[in-house]
């Protein structure tokens, strides 16, 4: 009968140990709720300001996949006025609920450029969520900008950052 019970015991412990890894590796919820949204709007036009972006974005459908395309802009008026060369560049797409729930998203990164404000960034996302439910949804962008004074500059100033992102729960 010892046997028996050390069997269970160490299948308990496995089992626990299972289901430990498993939560460990879950991703936990993303929420946008604190980022400027956007009603959800097929093929209509729209434009979302952000704290140093102004986002020009259209949502075509393709099939269950959510695209969306358009074009990102650098408010340099917000900028430090030494920053001219984004160094590093990556924007987010995000499909939300009412609460700002993440249900789908997607990320780009771009090559170093020039900070202008008169030079678009074109961009497409394709967005699917595990499934699309009966509530409103909202469009959501997020970004990570590293800018410098030039390219491969050293020893001038430091770097700015600038970011808007989801954040977990």
Not at 15 to 41: E, I, N, V, Y
Not at 121 to 126: A, Q, T
Request: charged share 25%; proline share 6%.
């Amino acid at each position: 009968m010892n046997k028996g019970k050390s069997l269970t015991a160490a299948l308990c412990a496995v089992a626990l140990a299972a289901t430990t890894l498993f939560w460990g590796c879950a991703q936990a919820p993303m929420s946008a709720a604190h980022l400027k949204r956007d009603p959800w709007s097929l093929e209509e036009p729209r434009s979302l300001v952000t704290n140093f972006m102004r986002f020009d974005y259209q949502v075509v459908p393709v099939g269950d996949v959510a695209g969306i395309k358009g074009w990102a802009y650098l408010d340099t008026r917000k900028l430090p006025e030494w920053a001219k060369w984004a160094e590093s560049l990556k924007f987010t797409a995000y499909l939300c609920d009412p609460e700002g729930r993440v249900m789908a998203q997607d990320t780009r990164t771009f090559l170093p450029r020039e900070a202008r404000a008169d030079e678009g960034i074109g961009f497409e996302f394709s967005l699917q969520p595990e499934e699309w439910g009966k509530r409103p949804l909202f469009i959501a962008f997020g970004y990570r900008l590293v800018l410098t004074e030039g390219r491969e500059a050293q020893g001038g100033k430091a770097p700015f950052f600038a970011s808007e992102d989801a954040t977990t729960r």
